[in-house]
């Protein structure tokens, strides 16, 4: 199974930025489809943002125009730039690989918008 670390997580100010990375355990990422989650306490998970293996993205409407997914296939890793965070997307945030195999998760980490 594909082991998937996040990090970059942690605490700014509204309209701060972030940028969060999860790299995966995998010889074959290119063939994947990336994604991130987002679960807010007491919230469901949501989807965030996904990019798929030939670089097409999409992204949920409440993140629209401020974070932006992207891969480097050389280093197993996605990334999810955040910019103009708010205190509503104070979540913690998971990384997911879809494709071949199944999905796999990875631990999550924290981010906080707040002053």
């Known amino acids: 199974q594909v082991q998937l670390v996040e990090s970059g997580g942690g605490l700014v100010q509204p309209g701060g930025s972030l940028r969060l990375s999860c790299a995966a355990s995998?010889?074959?990422?290119?063939?994947?489809?990336m994604g991130w989650y987002r679960q807010a306490p007491g919230n469901k998970r949501e989807f965030v943002a996904i990019?798929?293996?030939?670089?097409?993205?999409n992204y949920a409407d409440s993140v629209k125009g401020r974070f932006t997914i992207s891969r480097d296939n050389a280093k197993n890793t996605v990334y999810l730039q955040m910019n103009n965070l708010k205190p509503g997307d104070t979540a913690v945030y998971y990384c997911?690989?879809?494709?071949?195999?199944?999905?796999?998760w990875g631990q999550g980490t924290q981010v906080t918008v707040s002053s």
């Open positions: 997911k690989k879809g494709g071949l195999g199944g999905d796999s």
């Open positions: 995998t010889r074959i990422f290119s063939i994947y489809t």
């Open positions: 990019i798929n293996s030939d670089g097409t993205t």
